[in-house]
């Protein structure tokens, strides 16, 4: 076997490597098919209501593979309705906000 | 396969070649010149944005993709880095300019982000399809060169091996 024939199998193993593994990876394409993008889950466990009205809501996505936890820092919340609107009458539906832990 | 079918089989290459590249040099036009404000880092159309939707479900990269969010200026940085990459290789991919070089910068950027954002697909599985699809013909070139329609076919006549460095050849085209 000529060496430009060793490496076309392995261009071919990592091209459909890829392509078949990732089906699997991301969609289980070949065990229990499911769209994650199509179909979202979340959990809002954790979410609290407090007497003077603020609502601290608690949204993860279920199946997140690694936990992301934000830094210390100044971060800007947006909010969209469900008519993808993120303002209204001039409110723009966010605010400021810096982490505690 | 016979001579003659080798050489038909290079003549089909560009129809995929033009518009792989253009898939890709376009990608840069959108940003660059359609709507500048993908790459202002202070606007709501900015890509930036995008990399954290890939986050929940991306594949071996998480680290990476958290580590570019949580670094705005190095984030601007790899976005310069591989917007400049698309457009001069998806040029270089539809003038059939180092193609096989091109095609090894495509294939990892087309995978690149298919580890990212393959599970994103609203109506379909579009960005695994995407992905899978540009990554595997990108890797064609990589190893059939483009023999027809191309710079690299002039350049061929006169460095059939390739670019000489030192004693070795380097196959770009």
Known sequence: MNKFVALLIIGLVIATGFTMVTYQVFFSGFTDLHNLSKTPAYDLNGT??????????????????????LKRGTYTVMAYDVDDQDSAYGINFQATVKVIS | MSKQGVDQAQMALPIMRITLGWLYFSAMLRRVVNVPAKMNPSSSLYVGGKLITFIPHAWL????????????AFLFDFLVLWTVLEGVFGLFMMLGFMSRLSGLI???LAWGIGL??????????????????????????VFAGSKWLSFDQLIAKKYPRGLKIGRWYLPLW
């Open chain 2, 116 to 141: 990212g954002a393959g599970w994103i697909g609203t109506t379909c599985l579009d960005e695994w399809q995407i992905a899978a699809v540009e990554g595997a013909a990108a890797l064609v070139f």
């Open chain 2, 106 to 108: 495509i294939a990892l």
């Open chain 1, 48 to 69: 609290q209501v407090f007497t003077n009205g603020t609502v601290l809501m608690q949204i993860a996505r279920v199946e997140l593979q690694t936990p992301f936890t």
């Open chain 2, 61 to 72: 990269i998480s680290g990476i993709l958290e580590y570019t969010i949580l670094h705005p």
